[in-house]
């Protein structure tokens, strides 16, 4: 496993596409604030556009997982993404922004971790945590590959520059390496046949009436709302606690390496600690980050206790996550499940760059922390629950 070659395609293919489609926003936001001379809220509102019609498109992404094509799905979206974000320096209107935006986001669930974990559950499971550990050690690099390369080719030559470089690293990297590496020999048996040709409806319906799927759906709405709030916001609320710029681009794009370094943990744990234990976990580390963060300018330590548990927890959740609802609510049609259970998280992660504009615009970015640290406490409660409901 640890040697397969596709697999590690699928890891830097998720690296680069995660760096060029996901994390541009963040690490572009403040330059394209002094350029185009919009708000930091409208400009925020594009990337909420983006993840919200990413949720709304993650259940078809699904389908076409569970129906054995992953392979195409992953590489056009790859393809389409990468076209996309190459036309932000042409455009020259707030709604042109937002309409890239929007069209990026119908490729966001086509290719990043989501449907990624879904192939990958759908080939290996249940032993499908290694291979998804492996994608997401190399892939916890992404924001450490956007933030600095982003920040010094926009310096040296412009922000238009940067954009461009990272379309075509998704274009001529990313896109080839989905192609490759999810190149398995599925081998669909007549059981598996019958099960991805299941009417949605009677998938959803069952699912909706479970309460064990609200619990998670809400726990993971919770995580992906913190961790958005905190790192579409990144580099502006790193400064508002009194940290450097210097620091703070350096905090962002080592939240990646942390990420990594929690992933990395569990490879000598995960097969003695069960992953729910482990996922309340991360719910737990989210929260103490958010205290650490609010504190971070006044020590270096500080700093780094909060890159370690929001990017650990991060990293952490990311594997645990779909393995977590793969026991709890089955592994059947696991396609359409995890999409309906990720349409939760995603419009977490969705909400949260507005969310925090928001209460920034009243509160300031303290407030911020207080609803950051708040939601982990709600996740962990309901992740608590969903263990509860299905203990025999």
Not at 71 to 87: I, K, P
Not at 374 to 387: H, K, Q, T
Request: hydrophobic share 55%.
């Amino acid at each position: 496993m640890w040697t397969n070659p596709k697999v590690w395609s699928l890891a830097v293919a998720e690296t680069v596409a995660w760096a060029g489609i996901f994390y541009l926003f963040p690490a572009m936001l403040v330059r394209w604030e002094n350029h185009f001379g919009w708000s930091r809220v409208d400009l925020v509102v594009g990337f909420t556009a983006a993840l919200v019609v990413s949720a709304s498109t993650a259940v078809f992404a699904g389908r076409l997982i569970d129906r054995g094509h992953g392979r195409v799905l992953m590489t056009t979206s790859a393809v389409a993404g990468a076209l996309l974000v190459g036309l932000l320096p042409l455009i020259e209107a707030l709604w042109q922004f937002y309409l890239i935006w929007l069209l990026v986001g119908v490729t966001m669930s086509g290719c990043l971790y989501e449907p990624c974990f879904a192939f990958l559950t759908r080939i290996f499971y249940p032993d499908a945590k290694r291979p998804i550990i492996m994608v997401t050690l190399v892939a916890g690099f992404a924001g450490t590959l956007c933030f600095p390369l982003s920040h010094y080719v926009a310096d040296a030559l412009s922000w238009q520059a940067s954009t461009w470089l990272f379309s075509l690293l998704v274009l001529v990297i990313a896109a080839p390496l989905f192609w490759y590496g999810a190149s398995f020999d599925l081998g669909v048996t007549d059981s598996e046949d019958a099960r991805v040709k299941t009417p949605f409806s009677a998938i959803i319906t069952p699912l909706l009436k479970n309460p064990v799927f609200w619990c998670l759906a809400i726990a993971f709405w919770a995580f992906s709302l913190n961790h958005s709030m905190i790192i579409s916001h990144i580099l502006p609320l790193l400064e508002s606690r009194g940290v450097s710029p210097t620091h703070a681009v350096i905090a962002a794009s080592t939240i990646g390496v942390a990420q990594v370094l929690g992933r990395l943990v569990l490879i000598p744990v995960e097969q003695r600690v069960s992953m729910l234990v482990i996922c309340m976990c991360a719910f737990m580390g989210l929260s103490v980050a958010s205290v650490n963060l609010a504190w971070a300018g006044t020590g270096v330590l500080i700093l780094i206790l909060f890159v370690i548990c929001q990017g650990g927890s991060v990293g952490i959740s990311s594997i645990a996550k779909p393995t977590v609802t793969a026991d709890l609510l089955g592994q059947a049609n696991f396609g359409a499940i995890s999409a309906v259970v990720s349409m939760a998280y995603v419009l977490g992660f969705a909400s949260g760059p507005t969310l925090s504009g928001y209460i920034w615009s009243i509160a300031g970015y303290s407030g911020v922390l207080k609803a950051t640290f708040s939601l982990g406490l709600i996740g962990l409660s309901c992740l608590v629950a969903a263990g509860r409901l299905t203990r025999p």
